[in-house]
C-alpha cells in the first residue's frame, strides 16, 4: 500500500479502533513507513491541524524517529527549511493538544543536538530570542514561556538518549555546558519575573516548569553551586509559598501544588547534594542554612496535624538528608566550632531535624513513609564521628551521644510489631515492608552500639524492664517487650565471646522471667534468636545455659515458633557441644516427643536432626544406639513397608522417603563421637559428673569403638539399596539417598572403609540407570580418600572405567551435549580432581584417554560456563600432566589440532563473551608444554577462509597468533588478546557495545 496521507490516516485510525489483530498488522505497516525516505514529506500533511489528535501525534513521533535515526537522510542545504518547520509547527500547536506539542519539542531537541557545534552555533541565543512574549502576540505569554522551559529542559535529557561517536557527543556535550550558564540566566529571570508579582496558583504550571528545566540542566553538569545562589534563593521561595499560601487545613495541597513542591526540591537537592559541592564548604553551609530557616518551620506545621501530608514531608526530608549524607563531613567539622558558632547550631539542627523524621509518627509503612529515609545518614555520621586516624574531638563524640540516644528510643518504638496480626490495614505486602523496616533498625541499632558502647546497653536494659512491668499491667503491651529483645538481637555480633560484665548475664536471668505463656507468641520466638545469636559467647559463660536450654525446650513443643526453637537449639548445640553433656538427656527426651509427636514442620524436624547428632556425640556410645533405635526403628519399619509393596510410589509415599532421608543425612553430618577435644571432654567430666564411676561411663566413644554413624550405615544399606533399584530413576529421592551418603563418608572419613565396596556398587548401579551429579560427588570423596589405598584401589579403578564409558555414551547419545551439561560439569571436576590426586588411575587400561579428551573439547562449546570451566580445567590438567605420561602425550598429539581450532571457534564467536576466561588457561598450557605443535596447528587455522569468523584479515589472525605464542605465563595479558580478537570476530570492534565489560 502507498504511503500516502490518506492512507496513513486510515492505518493511525485502524491501530487505535480495532482488534489486536488489526492492531499488529496497522502497527507493522506505520513502522516501515516511519523508516521509508517519504516520511519526510507525508509528516507535515498529517501535521495540518484538521488532522485527528492521533494522526498529529503518529506525524510527530515519525518526525522524531527520522531525525533521531536517520538524520544522515538530511542534506545540509535542508537544514535550515527543517529548522522553519519545526519551529513553525510547535508554535501552531503551542496552544496543545499537550501530547504532539511535547513531541515536536521533543523532536527540535533532538535536531538543536545534531546541528549545535557546527550548522547552528548559536541555538540557545535564537530560542531565547524567539520565544519572547512580545515577539509572538497571537500566543499567550504563559505559554510561550512554558514552550520554551519545555524545549530547554528535554535538551538535556534527550543527550542522554542518542547515540552520537565519542568525538562527537564530547563536542555537542561542551556545547552544552557552555550553554548551560545562559540557560540558568534565563530561568533566574523568568522566576524573578513572575515573582515580583505575588504568589498565584495560577503561574504553578510556569514555576514547575522552570524547576524541571533548572533540575534537568543541573543534572547535565556545567553548573556549580557556585553559579546557582541566586536560583536555590527563587526555587525555596517557590517552594515555601507554595505551601503557605495554597495549603489549607481542611484540602491540603492539590496534587499540582505538591508535584511543584517535589520539583523545586529535587532542584536543589540536585545541585547542593552534587558529588563535586564539597568542594564549596562555605557555600554549601550556607545553603544548608537557608533551606532549614525555610523547610524546617513546614516540618513542624506538618508535625503538629493531626492528618499530615506525606507528600510534603517525603521530599523535604530527602532533601535534608540527601544532603546531610552527601555532605556528613562538614557537619562534622562544623560540630568541631564552638557551641555558639552558627556553623555548629546549623548542623546539630539538620541531625535533629533527621532524628525527627526518624521519629515521624505512626507505624511504618501504614501511617508514614518518612523514617526509613534516615537510616543511611545515622551510619554515615557514626563512620565520620569514630573514622581511625581522624581528628574527631571527644567534644563531636560527646555532642552526638545524647542524639543516638534519643535515636535508641525512636528505633525501639518504630520496630514494634503490630499488637494485632489481623488487622485488616497490614496486608502481607505491608508486613514485608515492616521486616525489611526492622532489619534496616537492626543495622543501626548496630552501628549505634559504636557510638554509645554500655550506655546503649543500659538504656535497653532499662527498656526492657519498664516493658515487662507493662506487660503485667496489660499483655496487649507485648510488642513493647518484643522490640526491646530485638534490640538486644540486633547488636550480638558485637560481643566478643570472651566479653564479661553484668548486662548480658542478667538479660540471660531476664529471659526465663518473661510470661510467654501469656504474652504473643513472637515474643518467645525472638528470645529464642537472641539465644541462637549469643551462642558464641554462651559457650565461654556455659552456666548461662541453665536458663537457656529449659527455653529453648519451651520453643520446640510449640509449633508457632519451630524455626526459632530448631535454629537456636542448632546454635547451641553446635557452638557449646563441649558443655552440652549435662543437658544431653533433657534435651533428647523433648526431640523425641516432638518427633513422636510430630509437632513440628518437616524442615524444623530436619533441622532437629542436626542438634540431635550434636547432642548424641557426647554420649557413650550404649547410650547413642539406645536413643537411634528410637528414632531409626520406626524409619527402617516404614522404608521397609514401601518397598515391599509392589504399587509404584504416590506422591505422599515419594515425600515421605524424601523427609526420612533428608533426617538421616542430617543425623549423619553432626554424629561424630570423635568430634570434641578431649580437653572439652575432661573439662565436662570435672563440671557435671560427681563420682569417678560416672565419669567413665559417660566419656565419648573412643578411637577402638566403632562409630555410630558407621553401624547405622551398615545397619540401613540394605534398604538404601533396595531403595535405589526401586527409584533409581527419581531424581530427587536418588539426590537425597546421595545426600545422605556423602555426609556419612565425610563424618566417617577413614572409619568409613566397611561400606566402601557396598557404597560403590549401589553408586554404579544408580549410575547405570539415571547418571546424576550428586553421584558424582559421592564418588569423588570415596576416590579421593581411598584411591590410593591397595585394598580398593583396583575395584575403585573398575568403577571408573564404567562410569567413564557410561558417561561417555550418554554425551555420543545425545542431539544436544548442553541437555547433560551438569553431569559433565561434575564429571570433569571429578577427573580433574583425579589428575591432582591419583592421577595413576587414569592412566591404566580399560579408560579411554581419547574420548575423554574429545569429550571435554566438545563441552568448550556448551553455553554453561560452569560445564566449560570444569571441561577446561580438566584439558588443563591433562595438558600439563601429557609430557610425562605417554597415552596423555599421544592423546594431545593426535586431538590437539580439534581443540585449537575449537578454542578459536569459541573465541570467534561459538561461545558469549561472558565465557571466554577458561581459553586462556587452555592456550598458556598448550604454549608451555606444546609450542612447536601449538604454531603449527594455528598456521593451519590462519590458512582456512572465514575461519574463525569472516570479519578478521589474515594480518589480523596472525597478529592474534603472534600475540598468543608470546605468552607462557601471563594470564592477565592472554585473556586481554583474547578479549580484543573476539571483538574482531564480531565485529564489535570500535563500538560502544564491543567497549563494555565482557560481562556487559
Not at 523532536?107 to 549545535?116: Q, R
Not at 505538591?258 to 550556607?286: D, G, R
Not at 525489611?436 to 559504636?450: F, G, V
Not at 545455659?545 to 519451630?562: Q, R
Amino acid at each position: 500500500m502507498e504511503y500516502t496521507a490518506e492512507n496513513l490516516e486510515k492505518a493511525v485510525t485502524l491501530f487505535y479502533r480495532s482488534e489486536a489483530g488489526q492492531q499488529a498488522q496497522a502497527h507493522q505497516w506505520l513502522t516501515e513507513a516511519q523508516s521509508c525516505p517519504q516520511a519526510w514529506s507525508f509528516v507535515w500533511e498529517l501535521l495540518q491541524p484538521q488532522r485527528s489528535s492521533e494522526v498529529q501525534f503518529f506525524a510527530a513521533t515519525t518526525l522524531h524517529t527520522k531525525i533521531l535515526r536517520y538524520w544522515h537522510e538530511v542534506p545540509t542545504e535542508q537544514y535550515e527549511p527543517l529548522k522553519k518547520q519545526l519551529l513553525d509547527a510547535i508554535l501552531t500547536y503551542a496552544m496543545g493538544p499537550k501530547i504532539v506539542l511535547n513531541r515536536l519539542c521533543i523532536t527540535l531537541s533532538a535536531y538543536i543536538l545534531y546541528t549545535i557545534p557546527h550548522y547552528w552555533p548559536n541555538a540557545f541565543a535564537e530560542l531565547l530570542t524567539s520565544f519572547q512574549p512580545q515577539n509572538l502576540p497571537n500566543i499567550q505569554p504563559e505559554r510561550i514561556i512554558w514552550v520554551l522551559l519545555e524545549i530547554l529542559t528535554l535538551i538535556p535529557e534527550e543527550f542522554q538518549s542518542m547515540n552520537f561517536l565519542l568525538t562527537q557527543k564530547n563536542v555537542v556535550k561542551n556545547e552544552l555546558q557552555n550553554a548551560s550558564k545562559d540557560v540558568l540566566k534565563a530561568i533566574e529571570a523568568y522566576m524573578s519575573t513572575i515573582m515580583s508579582n505575588t504568589f498565584s496558583s495560577a503561574d504553578i504550571t510556569t514555576y514547575l516548569h522552570a524547576a524541571r528545566c533548572a533540575h534537568a540542566w543541573f543534572q547535565f553538569g556545567g553548573i556549580t553551586i557556585a553559579n546557582c545562589d541566586n536560583i536555590i534563593q527563587y526555587l525555596l521561595e517557590i517552594c515555601a509559598n507554595c505551601y503557605w499560601k495554597c495549603s489549607s487545613p481542611s484540602d491540603g495541597l492539590s496534587s499540582d501544588e505538591t508535584e511543584l513542591i517535589e520539583a523545586t526540591l529535587e532542584a536543589i537537592c540536585t545541585i547542593v547534594a552534587h558529588p563535586l559541592s564539597h568542594k564549596y564548604p562555605m557555600l554549601v553551609t550556607i545553603q544548608l542554612d537557608r533551606i532549614m530557616n525555610k523547610l524546617v518551620k513546614i516540618l513542624q506545621a506538618e508535625r503538629g496535624k493531626n492528618d499530615f501530608d506525606m507528600n510534603v514531608q517525603v521530599p523535604i526530608y530527602s532533601l535534608i538528608i540527601t544532603c546531610a549524607e552527601t555532605h556528613s563531613k562538614i557537619l562534622i567539622d562544623n560540630l568541631m566550632k564552638p557551641p555558639d558558632s552558627r556553623e555548629y547550631e546549623l548542623s546539630l539542627c539538620i541531625i535533629h531535624t533527621i532524628l525527627m523524621c526518624t521519629d515521624t509518627k505512626g507505624a511504618h509503612p501504614i501511617d508514614e513513609e518518612c523514617s526509613n529515609l534516615t537510616f543511611g545518614f545515622w551510619y554515615l555520621l557514626q563512620d565520620e564521628v569514630i573514622k581511625p586516624n581522624t581528628e574527631i574531638s571527644e567534644s563531636v563524640v560527646q555532642t552526638v551521644k545524647p542524639i543516638y540516644k534519643d535515636l535508641i528510643s525512636v528505633l525501639l518504638r518504630k520496630s514494634m510489631l503490630p499488637s494485632n496480626d489481623d488487622d485488616p490495614k497490614w496486608s502481607s505486602e505491608s508486613k514485608e515492608t515492616l521486616r525489611c523496616h526492622r532489619q534496616d533498625i537492626a543495622d543501626t541499632m548496630m552501628y549505634s552500639y559504636k557510638i554509645l558502647d554500655d550506655d546503649l546497653l543500659n538504656i535497653l536494659q532499662d527498656k526492657l524492664h519498664e516493658s515487662i512491668n507493662f506487660c503485667y499491667e496489660n499483655v496487649e503491651n507485648w510488642p513493647h517487650v518484643e522490640a526491646c529483645l530485638y534490640a538486644y538481637f540486633a547488636i550480638a555480633e558485637h560481643f566478643e565471646c570472651e566479653e564479661e560484665g553484668v548486662h548480658l548475664p542478667e538479660l540471660m536471668q531476664i529471659l526465663t522471667k518473661i510470661p510467654y505463656e501469656k504474652l504473643h507468641v513472637k515474643v518467645l520466638s525472638t528470645a529464642l534468636d537472641i539465644i541462637g545469636a549469643y551462642a558464641t559467647w554462651i559457650n565461654v559463660h556455659p552456666y548461662v545455659l541453665n536458663n537457656v536450654i529449659p527455653l529453648i525446650l519451651l520453643g520446640l513443643m510449640n509449633p508457632d515458633v519451630g524455626t526459632s526453637s530448631t535454629m537456636a537449639l542448632k546454635d547451641i548445640t553446635r557452638e557449646c557441644q563441649a558443655h552440652i553433656h549435662s543437658y544431653a538427656i533433657q534435651i533428647l527426651q523433648t526431640t523425641q516427643q516432638v518427633l513422636q509427636q510430630r509437632i513440628l514442620r518437616v524442615p524444623e524436624n530436619i533441622r532437629l536432626m542436626y542438634s540431635v547428632g550434636k547432642v548424641l556425640s557426647v554420649l557413650p556410645l550404649a547410650n547413642i544406639m539406645e536413643y537411634l533405635n528410637f528414632i531409626l526403628i520406626p524409619i527402617i519399619e516404614e522404608f521397609q513397608t514401601i518397598l515391599d509393596d509392589t504399587q509404584p510410589f504416590n506422591n505422599a509415599t515419594r515425600s515421605l522417603i524424601i523427609i526420612k532421608l533428608r533426617m538421616i543425612a542430617m543425623l549423619f553430618s553432626t554424629l561424630h563421637t570423635n568430634n570434641i577435644q578431649s580437653d572439652d571432654i575432661d573439662e565436662v567430666k570435672k563440671e557435671n559428673l560427681n563420682n569417678t564411676q560416672s565419669s567413665s561411663n559417660n566419656a565419648p566413644s573412643s578411637n577402638n569403638q566403632p562409630q555410630p554413624t558407621l553401624i547405622v550405615l551398615q545397619k540401613i544399606m540394605p534398604l538404601f539399596n533396595q531403595l535405589a533399584r526401586k527409584t533409581c530413576e527419581d531424581v530427587e529421592i536418588m539426590d537425597v539417598l546421595y545426600s545422605a551418603l556423602k555426609h556419612a563418608i565425610i563424618t566417617l572419613l577413614d572409619d568409613s572403609k566397611p561400606l566402601v565396596n557396598d557404597i560403590l556398587q549401589l553408586l554404579v548401579n544408580g549410575y547405570r540407570v539415571k547418571p546424576l551429579c550428586s553421584a558424582l560427588v559421592v564418588f569423588r570423596h570415596l576416590i579421593l580418600m581411598f584411591g590410593k589405598d591397595s585394598e580398593f584401589s583396583h575395584t575403585m579403578h573398575l568403577l571408573l572405567c564404567e562410569i567413564v564409558n557410561i558417561t561417555l555414551q550418554l554425551t555420543a547419545a545425545s542431539k544436544n551435549i548442553s541437555e547433560n551439561a551438569d553431569v559433565l560439569d561434575a564429571f570433569f571436576a571429578v577427573l580433574t580432581q583425579l589428575f591432582k590426586k591419583c592421577p595413576e588411575l587414569l592412566y591404566r587400561d580399560g579408560i579411554h584417554i581419547l574420548a575423554l579428551f574429545q569429550c571435554a573439547t566438545a563441552c568448550l562449546g556448551v553455553p554453561e560456563l560452569s560445564t566449560v570451566k570444569s571441561a577446561a580445567n580438566f584439558l588443563v590438567k591433562f595438558i600439563l600432566q601429557s609430557r610425562e605420561c605417554e597415552p596423555l602425550l599421544s592423546t594431545v598429539h593426535t586431538a590437539g589440532e580439534a581443540l585449537v581450532i575449537k578454542v578459536c571457534a569459541c573465541i570467534g564467536g561459538e561461545s558469549p563473551r561472558t565465557g571466554l576466561d577458561p581459553f586462556a588457561d587452555i592456550l598458556l598450557a598448550l604454549n608451555k608444554k606444546f609450542c612447536d605443535y601449538l604454531a603449527r596447528w594455528f598456521a593451519i587455522i590462519v590458512a582456512q577462509d572465514g575461519f574463525p569468523s569472516r570479519l578478521p584479515t589474515t594480518a589480523q589472525k596472525e597478529q592474534f597468533v603472534k600475540s598468543v605464542l608470546r605468552e607462557k605465563a601471563n594470564k592477565h595479558k592472554m585473556k586481554e588478546t583474547i578479549k580484543e580478537f573476539s571483538l574482531i570476530c564480531r565485529g564489535l570492534v570500535g563500538t560502544e557495545y564491543g567497549s563494555h565489560n565482557s560481562y556487559l
